[in-house]
């Protein structure tokens, strides 16, 4: 399994980023793949994830109402995007994947969870 996160940058606080998770290597049924964040010295951080078998989503409160996870099914992509940043979003961002029972529609929010990580990408807000 490969997860490739991309899109990351240096926006002005109240912009937008996109950033999108490639990924391949096997079908992602029952998979609740997410987004997490880190900044140095703190442990990383539940951002919001998305159940692929069922599309259903769930939200850190620090970004509810303004990030939206949303699966590109055709090209086997998750997608986060990311309004009204502020300075406090800046992080390392990373997409994960991680493998529920059968049939599954829930969605993990533990780091611990995840059995597959992508590489971060990096997202600087300016105020």
């Known amino acids: 399994v490969q997860l490739q996160a991309s899109g990351g940058g240096l926006v002005q606080a109240g912009g937008s980023l996109r950033l999108s998770c490639a990924a391949s290597?096997?079908?992602?049924?029952?998979?609740?793949m997410g987004w997490f964040r880190q900044t140095p010295g703190k442990e990383r951080e539940f951002v919001g994830a998305?159940?692929?078998?069922?599309?259903?989503?769930t939200y850190a409160d620090s970004v509810k109402g303004r990030f939206t996870i949303s699966g590109d099914h055709a090209k086997n992509a998750v997608l986060l995007q990311m309004n009204s940043l502020k300075p406090e979003d800046t992080a390392v961002y990373y997409c994960?994947?991680?493998?529920?029972?059968?049939?599954?529609?829930?969605?993990?929010?533990?780091?611990?969870?995840?059995?597959?990580w992508g590489q971060g990408t990096l997202v600087t807000v300016s105020s």
């Open positions: 290597g096997r079908t992602f049924s029952s998979y609740s």
């Open positions: 994960a994947a991680g493998q529920g029972p059968r049939n599954w529609g829930g969605i993990y929010s533990s780091a611990n969870q995840y059995d597959y």
């Open positions: 998305i159940n692929w078998s069922y599309d259903s989503t």
